[in-house]
Each structure stands twice: as structure tokens, then as C-alpha cells.
Nanobody, 123 residues
């Protein structure tokens, strides 16, 4: 079993930056593909960015050039650096992990989930 704990969310203004962290335990982190999803009120949970076991990255179009996903296997931690934040980035951000080797884009492709962290961007 894998446990995931997010941190780093908060309330910021448009244009600000924020870094989210996801600490993993229970399985060698290097064995996992990991991703960030987000869910706004009344909307479906959608992929923000993913990074596979071999460090192949994928971004949702609206965050390309603004967000950067990274991983530190030695620290069992994944990060999401968010810059130039916009009000439409407001959501609960979830960390997810999978034992699958491919680039998962759908929530059902990830077996393990964190509890989520709220990011609110004011205009």
C-alpha cells in the first residue's frame, strides 16, 4: 500500500507562484508513476501533470509553460511548481500514484491518492 500526503496549498493572488509537494511512503518511489490532478467545485477531476517512472512528463495544455512537475526519488517526493497562477487554477489538487509504466491521463489509471490540498487564486 502507498500513502501520499500533499502539502503547500494556500491562498495566493493572480500572478503569484506556489509549490506543492507530495510525500510518498509504503513502496519504493522510483517504482511509481506519479501525477497531479485537480478538481474544481462541480467539475470532474482532471490531470494537471504527470511524470512516469522513467521521468517522461506530460502537461495539460492550460498549464504548459507555467507549471513544472518534478520528482526526487531519494526523498520519496514529487513537486509541482506553479507560476503565473490564474483564478481558473483554483481547485483542490490531488497527488496520485500508479504502478503502471505508461503516462496515465485518467483518474482510474492511478491506484493511490492523497487527500488533496486546496489552492485558491484570487483576482
Amino acid at each position: 500500500q502507498v500513502q501520499l500526503v500533499e502539502s503547500g496549498g494556500g491562498l495566493v493572488q493572480a500572478g503569484d507562484s506556489l509549490r506543492l509537494s507530495c510525500a510518498a511512503s509504503g513502496r519504493p518511489f522510483g517504482d511509481l508513476g506519479v501525477a497531479w490532478f485537480r478538481q474544481a467545485p462541480g467539475e470532474e477531476r482532471v490531470l494537471v501533470a504527470s511524470i512516469t517512472r522513467s521521468s517522461i512528463v506530460n502537461y495539460e495544455d492550460s498549464v504548459k509553460g507555467r507549471f513544472t512537475i518534478s520528482r526526487d526519488n531519494a526523498a520519496n517526493t514529487m513537486y509541482l511548481q506553479m507560476t503565473s497562477l490564474k483564478p481558473e487554477d483554483t481547485a483542490v489538487y490531488f497527488c496520485a500514484a500508479t504502478r503502471n509504466p505508461w503516462e496515465g491521463v485518467w483518474p482510474h489509471e492511478y491506484e493511490y491518492w492523497g487527500q488533496g490540498t486546496q489552492v485558491t487564486v484570487s483576482s
